[in-house]
């Protein structure tokens, strides 16, 4: 009995020695700046993926958000990389630069990042992401973000397969911006 006791005491201790995980909110950019956040939702029993894209400005007022599917059913990582791969190709065709993309996959960012490329599927999605990031005239860039700081960008990609095809939804001053 004792050695239990001591057990448990040593337990409550380690526990109490680990700090909390922060939660992480979302932050609007630094002046100048854009941010988009990017999410895909995976939706087993339709074999569907939903991706969500939400872009922000400088004072963290909404400019764009864009909902898309597609079937057949992807890895998580490959369907969060081909939901960053759309965000990215959407930037570019309404010519809105000097963006800092947030997706909530470590995986994600770290092979964006990474020098050597592969052969997989997953490769090809984030290879084409660099080379639009390389095309970019200005220094957009990835970052990982947590889940709770992404909310509204997973909200956006559960919402996607429930509409019949892709929706843009932008603010009516933001149409300048498209055209």
Known sequence: MDSWINAQEVKQKMCKRQAPTPIESWTKPSLGRYKCNVDAF?????????IGICIRDEEGGFVLAQTKWFSPMLEVD?????????AMELVKDIHLWNMDFKVDSKTVVDSIYDKYGGVSEFSEITNSCKRLLG???S????????????VVAHNLARAAPLKASFRIHYKRNALSLLC
């Open 42 to 50: 995976f939706l087993e029993s339709l074999d569907w993926v939903g």
């Open 78 to 86: 490959v369907g969060k990389a081909l939901g960053l791969l759309k």
């Open 135 to 137: 095309t970019d005239p």
């Open 139 to 150: 220094n957009s860039h990835v970052k990982f973000v947590r889940r709770q700081a992404n």
